[in-house]
């Protein structure tokens, strides 16, 4: 059984830094794309990242130059470095992996920025 573990949420001020982790495990055999998601109440779940096998990241719009994902193979995790945050991106953010050609998502962990 494959699973998705978070870390790393939390409450920051404006302007702060965040790192978010994430850890596959279970019975696998490739991991193809990873990548994180957000979604906040009465929303649809929206891309922040994502990082193909081969190291190619994509972000949305809202984080390009403040986000930066990155993995490691061989740990089978994924991380999600997050700097100069703002209100806006309060919001319980998903990881996402695509093992097997299944996709699997984490539980989600809430990532509050206020003062």
């Known amino acids: 059984q494959v699973q998705l573990v978070e870390s790393g949420g939390g409450l920051v001020q404006p302007g702060g830094s965040l790192r978010l982790s994430c850890a596959a495990s279970g019975s696998i055999r490739s991991i193809y794309d990873m990548g994180w998601y957000r979604q906040t109440p009465g929303k649809q779940r929206e891309l922040v990242a994502t990082i193909t096998s081969s190291g190619t990241r994509n972000y949305g719009d809202s984080v390009k130059g403040r986000f930066t994902i990155s993995r490691d193979n061989a740990e089978n995790t994924v991380s999600l470095q997050m700097y100069s945050l703002k209100p806006e991106d309060t919001a319980v953010y998903y990881c996402?992996?695509?093992?097997?050609?299944?996709?699997?998502w984490g539980q989600g962990t809430q990532v509050t920025v206020s003062s």
């Open positions: 996402y992996a695509d093992i097997d050609w299944k996709d699997y």
